[in-house]
Every structure is written in C-alpha cells, then in structure tokens.
C-alpha cells in the first residue's frame, strides 16, 4: 500500500480483509474518534469505551472479509459493529453485576428498596417518569430501542409494525419527552 495514495474506506476494508497492517492502521486514525464517541454515549464509562473501541477494530480485523458494498456503506457498517458491541457490553452480566446499569423496573420502583445512585439516579430516574406519562405505544417503542437495544428493523418485525411507522413513533416519543423534560425541570 503506498503512504501518498488516499484510498477510500471501501478500498481499505478490502485489504484488511487481506491482512493488511497498513490498511488497518490508517483506518484506525480515520475512524477511531467516531468508534470512540459512539461508544462512549452508549456505555457512559471512559475505560470501557477505551476497551470497546479497540475490540470493533479487532473485529473489524477479523470481519472486514464479510463486509459487502451492496448491503451498506463502510461507516454504515461499521456503526452497526460498534453498536452492537457496546450493546453487548452493556447486556453482559458482568457489565450488570458491576453497578453500572439501572434497571426501568427499578427506576419504577418508589419505595426504598430502590438504590440510591446519586446525580445519575436522579436524571435516570426524571427520565423514567417522563417515559411514564407517554402513551404505551411511545413508551414501548422507545424500551424497545434504547433500553433492549433492538435496532428499528427488529422493533418494525417484532411489533408487526412498518419500518418508517417505527421511525415516525421513535421521532415522536423523543419530542414528546423532550417537552415533558423540559416542563419539569
């Protein structure tokens, strides 16, 4: 691989999928901020975000063979890679055990079984009762996105529900949450 030549992302999957070193090193610099970023919003922890960028580009390493161009663009791949990792990590009993998470069932629960996480609990648990007073549908959809970590496609064919009735619904619950929020605060 020649240091001048700027090869696009495609032409750089293609010779990770060869093993190159090289390929993968300059796709690291282009891409490793973004891998970082997503990361760090899903997991919240810098340390695990760290540790999660470095294994999307093992994976990629290990999966850039798999890539096809007609199924999507490489960022468009490589935010799904992303996702899915930080998603598994959070899903992952270890990751639970370790306090990091909050569960809605007990951000529902008012009584004083309920731990006390401070700041964090507090925001989680406003959220929560914003999540409460939407309609079941807006509600459910958005459980179903962001705290089981279903992508819209599976929410669409698991709810028997069109993909862009999915996407409005999302757009809508958000809107809805934001102006409950913002009314509370």
């Not at 750089?12 to 300059?26: C, G, N, P, V, Y």
């Not at 799904?80 to 055990?97: E, G, H, P």
């Not at 007073?133 to 069109?162: C, F, W």
């Amino acid at each position: 691989m020649k240091e001048d030549y700027k090869e696009s992302d495609d032409l750089l999957i293609r010779l990770i999928s060869e093993k190159d070193e090289s390929a993968l090193s300059l796709f690291y610099d282009r891409k490793s901020r973004f891998v970082y970023s997503l990361v760090l919003n899903i997991v919240k922890n810098k340390l695990d975000a760290e540790e999660l960028t470095e294994e999307v580009f093992f994976r990629i390493w290990d999966n850039a063979g798999s890539y096809n161009l007609n199924r999507g663009s490489v960022m468009a791949w490589l935010t799904t890679i992303t996702r899915r990792i930080a998603i598994d990590r959070i899903r992952s009993k270890q990751y639970k055990s370790s306090g990091r998470e909050v569960s809605i069932d007990m951000l529902d629960d008012k009584s004083s079984n309920a731990p006390d996480h401070g700041e964090q609990y507090a925001i989680s648990s406003d959220v929560a009762k914003a999540l409460n007073q939407l309609d079941a549908v807006h509600r459910d959809i958005i459980k179903l996105s962001y705290y089981e970590g279903l992508s819209h496609s599976m929410i669409a064919d698991q709810t028997n529900t069109p993909l862009g009735t999915v996407k409005t619904r999302i757009r809508e619950a958000f809107k809805q949450l934001r102006e409950i929020l913002i009314i509370e605060v």
